[in-house]
């Protein structure tokens, strides 16, 4: 039961290096979250995805991409990284549009990333 | 917009003992909460939902909340604490015209034996 899987785990970027997060979800659902997770701020929303073919900025877009591949994957570029973009990303999935709200996300175990 | 506040960000407790994390949001609109634990190294699960109904809501580990809509609060409270709930917790807020979730800073619950 894989339920959200986030690759890598763990990366370290130099400052002006590109990369890209991949998100999956296996539960069916259409909505899809990349949040990130910084020291004293808890989780701030980053991009989200409210079904396939569509996405919209959070509250900290600045530096980032997204593509909703499919309605399974999620990924998260940055195209050109700086250190202030050091912190734990998170992806996320839930039910929400299939018109029944559980209000419930499900998380993947997190990607840790250092900048340089 | 709606926004998140947790008082508290760390939280030391002796094991046994009673807690309570508190929470409190803004909104103008009518709101979901939630609460989410994070263990050491781990993403956050559910702990805890207020969608309707009860204002007191029971989630697992012996965790419960009580939604108070005229104070704006959302608190956690568990009456005996164990050292397995040593963790961050999260309260979290959204609106229901819309897709997203939105997390206040986090508490650091410590069980202290």
């Known amino acids: 039961n894989a339920g959200v899987t986030q690759t890598p785990k763990f990366q370290v970027l130099k400052t002006g290096q590109s990369m890209t997060l991949q998100c999956a979800q296996d539960?069916?659902?259409?909505?899809m979250y990349w949040y990130r997770q910084d020291p004293g701020m808890g989780l701030r929303l980053i991009y989200y995805s409210a079904s396939e073919g569509t996405t919209d900025k959070g509250e900290v877009p600045n530096g980032y991409n997204v593509s909703r591949l499919n309605k399974r994957e999620f990924s998260l570029r940055l195209e050109s990284a700086a250190p202030s973009q050091t912190s734990v990303y998170f992806c996320?999935?839930?039910?929400?549009?299939?018109?029944?709200?559980?209000?419930?996300?499900?998380f993947g175990e997190g990607s840790r990333l250092t900048v340089l | 917009a709606q926004s998140v506040t947790q008082l508290d960000s760390q939280v030391p407790v002796f094991e046994e003992a009673p807690v309570e994390l508190r929470c409190n949001y803004s909104?103008?609109?009518?709101?979901?909460l939630f609460w989410y634990v994070q263990y050491p190294n781990q993403g956050l699960q559910l702990l805890l939902k207020?969608?309707?109904?009860?204002?007191l809501v029971k989630g697992i580990n012996g965790f419960e909340a009580e939604f108070n809509k005229s104070q704006t609060s959302f608190h956690l409270r568990k009456p005996s604490v164990h050292i397995s709930d040593t963790a961050e917790y999260f309260c979290?807020?959204?609106?229901?015209?819309?897709?997203?979730?939105?997390f206040g800073p986090g508490t650091s619950l410590s069980v202290i034996p």
């Open positions: 909104s103008s609109v009518s709101v979901y």
């Open positions: 207020y969608l309707s109904g009860s204002t």
């Open positions: 979290a807020v959204s609106v229901t015209s819309y897709d997203k979730v939105i």
């Open positions: 539960m069916n659902h259409n909505s």
């Open positions: 996320a999935s839930s039910e929400e549009g299939q018109g029944a709200y559980t209000g419930e996300l499900f």
